[in-house]
């Protein structure tokens, strides 16, 4: 049995279900009745001197069911007022059976009918909880809801729990109160516990996600609170104070999110394929810049793909920091040692020592500077990590013997009009030139749109300056861009790590590029405001054009040479084998590049760029 097919049933049959079993509980628990009253399981000569009895009470009892309506009430929602429904119903019923035995004459004691209406109250609520029962074990064995933890077992936590029971997205677990009098009680049918005990229930309750539902606390404990919850590794949602919600008002902190899904302008792609499960379960990987966006995103996958063991490599001390603490607490509840480690792509030996110390047999490199303004201003730094150590991430990888190398590319490399772009594409030169000098390990690189909530792109800009009233700022009227959410970004890498040939370059088809305007718009929208029309000055949000920046095209492309490109197992990724330069050229790019970053001098580093990257040109100002 499965739970989409009990909910797919219409509510019509579900309630002929429940009319049908109250029915059937009628005669079944009056032959109980008669059977306690004489203590006996087959009272069968009393059932046969009253079966008028059960003819007329199966009868008149399904007529007052349906009357009552007993088979309306929703599984999900059953709570006190619906056992309350059935044990009027039941009262009801016994008073029949009373009068029904009088009316007919029929000789016994008239206990029978009180201990009947007592036996269909019990039965009917019972065969309910039963149902609560199966419907739950379904859910935890399918996985369909999110488990939840609910801190505060007041009047809030409580109406939380209760909403909670109806939806299909969540399932209340526990209560987590600091009310040491209601630790050890149940509260609307979950356990109270203790906060000092919240981390280890998470583990063992597979609990993720934290609901604060204290709505009247202070800020500077709700702060504190959130201060010490961040560390489960679990998300964490606050429920606004009952004033706000009365008045309509949500304070600053409390703006509802805009989910990425909703901006795309397409389905969501499903990258989730089986493939991805048996490249990763077992292996060592190492995730350089496990601390970004999509490293980060990539380690927190990669705990539902079994690996042996994951290595976060970062630079940032506060980037590790922060990931280490996010994803700790689900590694070790799936068995999945963590292993943290400082440096830098750039760093040869400290590269290497890590690899060959924890054994790397994957790696997947998305370190990287990607902002282009930036970038552009701070060229031979962006080169160095970007081109450098992708190179020295790659060649250490290929002499370790790794199975695996991906390298986290860029739309913004295919006739890139900024430096960062340019820089990429080189870096997919490199990996293209190693590939063909190594057999044993497969290398291959993943080519992203803009993904929408990563850090730098234009969901938390649009959302911090919505935040704040506006305006919101979009460079230009046509600018336009591919779009994924952090979620398929990782996915994505993860799946060309699974189908690698080697020298191949991946793409997602993402459909039509979005305007960055109409994201703007659809934003302001989706936040429950209006955008300003700068003609009448109605609305709540201005939007404002202030002109590319240095580097930055109208659109971009995914593909050198769209003629490249091949299909792979999965139908909404593509692959690409596009033009790579010879050995000895990308040596001698390699040599002039580190010739550059030695004298400190920007405009050799340019001049290299505009000779070798197929495509560069630098963008004409655009108001």
Not at 69 to 77: E, F, G, W
Not at 105 to 125: A, C, D, E, N, Y
Not at 362 to 391: C, D, M
Not at 406 to 414: E, G, H, P, Y
Request: aromatic residues 6%; proline residues 4%.
């Amino acid at each position: 049995m499965k739970l989409s097919d009990c909910k797919a049933l219409p509510r019509s049959v579900k309630r002929a279900i429940f009319f049908v079993t109250d029915t059937a509980l009628v005669p079944i628990g009056l032959y109980a009745a008669f059977g306690l009253r004489y203590g006996t399981l087959a009272p069968l000569d009393r059932v046969h001197d009253a079966f008028v009895l059960f003819v007329l009470m199966t009868m008149l009892g399904a007529l007052v069911i349906w009357k009552c309506r007993l088979p309306q009430i929703k599984l999900n929602a059953f709570e006190m007022r619906a056992a309350t429904k059935i044990g009027v119903v039941a009262a009801a019923l016994a008073v029949l059976a009373i009068s029904l035995s009088y009316i007919l004459k029929l000789s016994g004691p008239r206990s029978v009918p009180l201990i009947f209406g007592t036996l269909f109250f019990l039965s009917s609520v019972g065969v309910r909880i039963a149902g609560q029962t199966l419907l739950t074990w379904l859910e935890d064995r399918e996985g369909t809801r999110q488990r939840v933890a609910i801190y505060g077992a007041g009047a809030g936590g409580i109406q939380m729990a209760a909403a909670l029971r109806q939806s299909s997205e969540a399932r209340p677990v526990l209560f987590v109160d600091d009310n040491p009098n209601l630790h050890g009680l149940m509260a609307a049918g979950l356990p109270v516990y203790a906060p000092g005990k919240l981390e280890q229930l998470v583990r063992r309750h597979r609990i993720e996600r934290v609901l604060l539902a204290m709505p009247s606390i202070s800020e500077e404990r709700r702060r504190n609170l959130i201060d010490d919850l961040s560390g489960l590794g679990v998300e964490m949602q606050i429920l606004p104070s009952y004033i706000d919600m009365m008045s309509g008002k949500q304070p600053d902190h409390q703006m509802q999110p805009v989910s990425p899904d909703a901006l795309l302008g397409r389905d969501k792609v499903d990258l989730d394929t089986p493939e991805i499960a048996k490249a990763y379960a077992g292996r060592v990987v190492m995730v350089t810049g496990a601390g970004g966006s999509i490293g980060s995103e990539l380690c927190r996958q990669l705990i539902n793909r079994n690996p042996a063991r994951i290595v976060l490599f970062e630079q940032s001390e506060y980037a590790l920091y922060a990931i280490d603490r996010d994803i700790r607490a689900r590694a070790d509840a799936a068995g999945i040692p963590i292993v943290a480690r400082l440096g830098s792509v750039a760093d040869k030996s400290r590269v290497t020592s890590v690899m060959e110390q924890e054994g790397v047999e994957i790696v997947l490199h998305a370190a990287a500077y990607k902002h282009v303004p930036l970038v552009e201003e701070n060229e031979l730094e962006g080169a160095r990590n970007n081109v450098l150590g992708t190179r020295i991430v790659a060649e250490a990888a290929a002499a370790a013997g790794v199975e695996r190398f991906i390298l986290v590319s860029t739309d913004k490399a295919v006739r890139p009009t900024n430096i960062m772009g340019a820089t990429k594409r080189m870096a997919e030169l490199v990996v293209q030139d190693l590939q063909t000098r190594n057999l044993r390990t497969r290398l291959a690189m993943v080519r992203f749109g803009n993904v929408l909530g990563s850090s730098g792109s234009v969901l938390p800009l649009f959302e911090k300056q919505i935040e704040q009233g506006g305006p919101v700022t979009v460079t230009h009227k046509d600018v336009t861009r591919f779009f994924m959410t952090i979620p398929e970004a990782a996915r994505l890498v993860l799946l060309a790590g699974a189908y690698a040939e080697g020298g191949d370059v991946f793409v997602l088809d993402m459909g039509e590029p979005q305007k960055i305007i109409d994201i703007a718009r659809r934003m302001i929208e989706l936040s429950g405001r209006t955008v300003k029309n700068p003609k009448t000055g109605q609305g709540d949000v201005a939007i404002k054009i202030t002109g590319l920046r240095p580097g930055e095209k109208l659109y971009e492309e995914l593909l050198i040479d769209d003629a490249s490109l091949r299909r792979t197992p999965h139908a909404k990724i593509l692959r690409a084998q596009e033009s790579m330069f010879s050995q000895i050229e990308v040596a001698a790019m390699l040599r002039e590049l580190e010739m550059a970053l030695a004298e400190a001098d920007s405009d050799r580093l340019r001049g290299l760029i505009a000779r070798k990257v197929e495509g560069y040109h630098i963008q004409e100002a655009v108001g």
